[in-house]
């Protein structure tokens, strides 16, 4: 068993750029799409991911956070928790007793699933289990049980995969991404608040009338309208906020300030790059995709479509959800500010903004006013829930030795402001074994739920094969 452990701990510590090459090659040649074939969508993957990193990391989680640290200091916010980001919270999470099992758990867990009919997703994505291991992580500090916190992981990864299940029609239709389901532990999470905030405008009178579509916004005002010059009148915006000026000025420490003009290029960089490297993603896993679609009506076809579950990177380069994520990055600092009780302040994590969104553009059918109200919606509940759980990720990176650079408290928007792991968390912490017990009779609930509409599709989906065939006789 500790060999086996040490293994997927081993593969997990080379990233996501590496990781899924490799998955998705082995996927690829068990499907049937050929060894030559399969590895080169496995690469063209990690290059995607690796561009994406790259755009995201660097220009939003770098250069953006730097303008976003700027409005900080000039507007004299006094905040207490310091976010560090998920690179952090990812560390914290696998430092732990329970990240150093969760990809064979997860994997076992998958499995069982699958073979139970109780979901359609085969979540190829061993990177994020991280995100159901900081789940547990918490869930082991409440309860001093590393047993609950096991537990906890997979109740988490129960929920978030049937979350990938309900939502694969929606993300083949709004993101153009066939076979594709997306069970990330953070954009999975906040997929419940979007169906609830897109319920109650549809039952509010002229509110439910108002649709920004953002594809039309681009035709209606032509050059204006275009990704590029959104993102840099957007960036425009957050370099006159953090006061920049037109020239690039240096500091009594040597340090240098950038210009104004220069955020707005690099925001119109990345509403141009991030699509560009999502759709390298796509070209990738498209044969690994058709080909397990192949396989599995060829030999299961008593059951329901098979989904890859896959990275909510694949869906940051929708216009909608980019566009959303540029406008809410001021927002949020906003919102740090005046939401009563917050003691966060977003920093490194201002770079998954657009990961937070992904599913809640399609739930809200590409409407732009409908997202910005959810996006304002979930960051207000998730910098309460990063704020609460604080002292918990705190004490976590204390257990893993990680270096929190002299902060007395930290958290992150990713995964310390994930609704549902404060739902776990807080239920296994206040009401112990009995709280966790009610989440976990909530997720064999779900699964019941969902092998029931999984069995009722399949069932569908076999009548209109055997008319198909029938007419075609």
């Given amino acids: 068993m500790d060999a086996i452990v040490a293994f997927f701990s081993g ?21 049937g799409a ?8 496995g690469l063209t993957v990690g290059v995607g991911f690796i561009g994406l990193n790259l755009v995201i990391n660097q220009l939003m989680g770098t250069d953006l956070a730097a303008g976003v640290t700027a409005m900080v200091e000039r507007f004299g916010l006094e905040l207490s928790v310091l976010d560090v980001g998920w690179p952090a919270a990812s560390a914290i999470a696998m430092g732990s007793i329970v990240g150093t099992i969760i990809i064979p758990l997860g994997l076992l867990v998958n499995i069982v699933m699958l073979l139970t009919n109780t979901t359609q997703t085969a979540d190829v994505d061993i ?52 076979g594709v389901s997306i069970p990330h532990g953070l954009a999975g999470a906040y997929a419940p608040i979007a169906y609830a905030v897109n319920w109650i405008i549809d039952r509010v009178p002229y509110l439910n009338k108002i649709d920004i579509n953002v594809r039309t916004m681009q035709k209606k005002f032509g050059v204006f309208g275009e990704p590029i010059l959104l993102g840099s009148i957007i960036g425009l915006l957050i370099g006159l906020l953090a006061g920049y000026g037109l020239l690039p000025a240096t500091a009594a420490d040597g ?35 058709d080909a397990a679609s192949a396989f599995i009506q060829k030999r299961f076809q008593n059951r329901g479509k098979i989904y890859i579950g896959l990275d909510a990177a694949v869906g940051t380069g929708h216009p909608v959800t980019l566009t959303m ?80 650079g ?9 995964d310390g402001a994930n609704p549902l792991t404060w739902i776990i968390t ?48």
């Fill in 11 to 31: 593969v997990s510590s080379l990233g996501v750029s590496v990781v899924m090459p490799i998955v998705l090659t082995i996927l690829g040649v068990l499907f």
């Fill in 34 to 41: 050929g060894f030559g074939k399969s590895l080169k969508a």
């Fill in 127 to 178: 990177w994020n289990y991280w995100h159901f291991a900081f789940t547990g992580a918490l869930v082991a500090i409440v309860t001093d049980n590393v047993a609950f916190g096991i537990a906890a992981a997979i109740i988490n990864e129960v929920i978030v995969l049937i979350v990938g299940d309900v939502t694969a029609p929606l993300v083949e239709k709004s993101l153009g991404l066939p």
């Fill in 255 to 289: 340090s240098t300030t950038p210009s104004v003009l220069s955020i707005a290029v690099l925001m119109g960089a990345v509403m141009v790059l991030i699509p560009k490297m999502a759709a390298l993603l796509m070209e990738g896993l498209m044969p690994v995709s």
């Fill in 325 to 404: 994520a540029l406008i809410l990055v001021p927002v949020s600092i906003f919102l740090a500010f005046v939401l009563p009780g917050n003691k966060m302040v977003p920093l490194a994590d201002l770079a998954v903004i657009p990961y937070m969104l992904v599913l809640v553009t399609p739930i809200v059918h590409e409407n732009g006013f409908r997202g910005l109200l959810t996006g304002i919606v979930v960051l207000a509940i998730g910098f309460y829930i990063a704020t609460d759980l604080s002292p918990l990720i705190t004490s976590a990176a204390a257990n893993v030795g990680f270096d929190m």
């Fill in 406 to 414: 002299g902060a007395a408290a930290i958290s992150s928007i990713c």
């Fill in 426 to 473: 807080r239920s296994a912490g206040v009401l112990g074994p009995l709280g966790l017990g009610i989440c976990a009779v909530a997720a064999v609930a779900l699964a019941i739920w969902n092998r029931q509409r999984i069995l009722k599709e399949a069932a569908q989906m076999h009548d209109v094969d055997a008319a198909a065939a029938k007419d075609a006789r």
